[in-house]
């Protein structure tokens, strides 16, 4: 016996396959097409790979025993992300609707999905948009020569170096000061900075003219965005490999400490990783899959996107380590150039008496002789200065800009970087909108004959103005809590709720049928399997690990603040009461449209039913498709002039 929730209605909701054919041939239908599979697949993967694999991927290894982290990642690649990543293109391609389309189709009841991923785009990419800008802030900065974060700026009476450089570094110091000029609370607004607004204007700006006309320019504009990091990746590889300690940065991110395997947070760690580092859950793909010609193979594109993105993460881990290697034998051999310069001063030897090659047998030698001097050295271990694992805006604003300052034409290095990192978020950003433009038409909150334009454009203004409040000196800790809460625990709810709705309400058995209709086959043994129990029972413990997480922990954030006890260390403060009612609202409201609209469609369709009066309507998808046809005949006849 199948579980199979009753449905009734669907039949008369969703094309059937000779309507679909008909749609094929005669091109029916009022959606665009792909120009070709290498742009439908470019876009796909520039959306799934972005800044994730750059820098959170590189810290989980480091974090989880290296090489070690690798087994669970791809293990729950296989069972947890490739399915879902299968079953939204599928279905996608089969029904050819956005987000909310797509779930309104198969029940109305589930509207409140394709809303859910609406909100969620719309909150994520209000905040990945801002990162944008800061990219393109350190762009503009990087024409410079030298660049403006590898020296501290002098105080206002010319004297000295300004003393919160001094205190910290200048990399930091051109973060948070320069860049971000933060406050020392997030309660602590400060004013809009105008260089961030700036940076913002020209972000949405500039993602507009990209997203303008759909996958008409965003299909376009990929053939360089989802290209170009590949490049500059390969690149630093080239150059990081030449570089000494690049060496030691990759073999510590891949050894591997096999006793992390037993240790269930790097499992849940490696699930969420995989989860996220597909863009599951945001609609884009669905609406992306929409546009293909109906027998495309689905089922092949997410085995071959899958395959790049796993291999990206782990290639962009190998040349972000390769880089970080350098960094950590720079600090060392500083920290050994000023302990042997205080041993020489100290014992008032002569000038190179003791070197690098050296030190290590002075030091024990008079280890035995004089403790109470070798007690007051610095202690350097590469090892310890690798360890000191960093992600997301820290390692690539911090982290990175302080190794690039050290490497010869420094600039060109930034140039490179920040370029690679635009084009990630800038690819990444077109799935975002396109998430949120195709579900507003399927909800026809504007007229039809609204063009794409004006919805695109409106879309990108009030992200804009809503987005403002990250130009703020307390811009960066809004950011974090909104990369906190707006794309966690809400994309494991839709996630679940997909495949869910696809197995147990659509019915696996049409799903099987539309899958062999579309590409010639039916889905084979494994995808039976992950489909029904595997991929909803991981993501159902994710969220509930991460739930539990979230409610029981006293939720605190980072700032930066001079006055602190261990500044230039980051100070842990806790949030305000009321950011409460914030969470709710970005962690909750979407979770929460799902079984809200659910209710509000129920209670609709049983005490508010009317009966139409227009009895011509078409009330079925058959009928519209066959009216359509009709209609495209009669015009081409009085064409013809018959």
Request: a neutral charge; aromatic letters at 14%.
């Amino acid at each position: 016996m199948k579980l199979k929730f009753p449905n009734p209605g669907l039949d008369d909701r969703i094309p059937s396959h000779k309507d679909l054919e008909r749609m094929e041939n005669e091109e029916a239908g009022d959606r665009p097409k792909w120009d070709n599979k290498a742009q439908y697949l470019l876009t796909c993967v520039g959306f799934c790979v972005g800044l994730g694999n750059v820098w959170r991927f590189p810290y989980l290894c480091q974090n989880h025993g290296g090489g070690a982290f690798m087994i669970p990642f791809l293990i729950l690649l296989v069972l947890e992300g490739i399915p879902l990543l299968h079953l939204e293109f599928a279905i996608g391609q089969r029904l050819r609707k956005g987000s909310v389309g797509v779930w309104r189709s198969i029940n109305p009841c589930l509207t409140g999905i394709g809303i859910a991923s609406m909100l969620v785009s719309l909150l994520v990419g209000m905040y990945y948009n801002t990162i944008m800008a800061w990219i393109m802030w350190y762009l503009y900065n990087s024409f410079q020569n030298p660049l403006p974060w590898s020296q501290c700026p002098l105080n206002a009476n010319r004297t000295d170096v300004v003393a919160e450089c001094a205190k910290s570094s200048t990399v930091d110091y051109f973060w948070y000061r320069e860049t971000l000029n933060t406050s020392t609370a997030i309660d602590k607004a400060g004013g809009l900075q105008w260089w961030i607004v700036m940076a913002l204007v020209s972000a949405w700006s500039l993602l507009y003219v990209c997203c303008i006309r759909g996958i008409e320019t965003t299909g376009k504009a990929v053939y360089i965005t989802s290209t170009l990091p590949y490049l500059v990746l390969t690149i630093f590889l080239i150059r990081g490999l030449t570089l000494k300690g690049s060496i030691e940065g990759i073999k510590f991110l891949f050894t591997p400490d096999v006793n992390e395997l037993m240790n269930p947070e790097t499992w849940l760690n490696a699930g969420a990783q995989v989860f996220y580092s597909f863009s599951l859950a945001f609609g884009g793909l669905i609406s992306f899959s929409s546009y293909n010609s109906i027998h495309n193979n689905c089922e092949q594109d997410a085995v071959i996107i899958s395959i790049i993105n796993g291999c990206t993460s782990v290639y962009s881990a190998t040349v972000i380590y390769s880089i970080i290697g350098f960094r950590a034998m720079q600090k060392y051999d500083n920290c050994i150039a000023r302990n042997i310069l205080l041993l020489i001063n100290t014992f008032n030897y002569p000038e190179n008496t003791i070197t690098d090659s050296n030190y290590n047998e002075v030091v024990t030698f008079l280890n035995r002789t004089n403790p109470e001097v070798i007690q007051k050295l610095e202690i350097c271990d590469m090892q310890t200065l690798l360890s000191q694992g960093v992600e997301g805006t820290g390692l690539a604003f911090i982290v990175f800009t302080e190794a690039i300052i050290n490497m010869p034409i420094s600039p060109v290095w930034a140039v490179l970087f920040f370029t690679m990192l635009f084009c990630l978020g800038l690819s990444t950003m077109f799935g975002a909108i396109e998430g949120v433009v195709a579900p507003l038409q399927d909800l026809n909150i504007l007229p039809k004959t609204c063009p794409k334009e004006i919805l695109s454009g409106l879309t990108c203004v009030i992200s804009f103005a809503f987005g403002l409040i990250f130009a703020l000196r307390s811009g960066s800790y809004w950011l974090a809590l909104f990369d906190s809460f707006a794309g966690s625990i809400p994309l494991l709810v839709i996630a679940f709720c997909e495949m869910v709705s696809v197995i147990y309400i659509y019915g696996i058995d049409r799903f099987n049928k539309d899958i062999e209709f579309m590409i010639g086959h039916k889905p084979n043994i494994f995808w039976q399997v992950t489909w029904r129990v595997v991929s909803p029972l991981i993501m159902a413990v994710i969220f509930i690990f991460y739930f539990v997480t979230q409610v029981t922990k006293n939720l605190t954030y980072l700032v930066w603040d001079q006055e602190a006890e261990n500044f230039p260390q980051l100070a842990e403060r806790p949030y305000p009461a009321w950011i409460y009612v914030l969470i709710f609202l970005l962690a909750g409201v979407p979770s929460l449209s799902v079984p809200g609209v659910a209710i509000f469609k129920f209670t609709q369709n049983k005490f508010c039913k009317k009966t139409d009066s227009r009895e011509d309507t078409v009330k079925t998808v058959s009928a519209k498709i066959l009216m359509s046809g009709q209609v495209g005949y009669v015009l081409q006849l009085n064409q013809t002039g018959f």
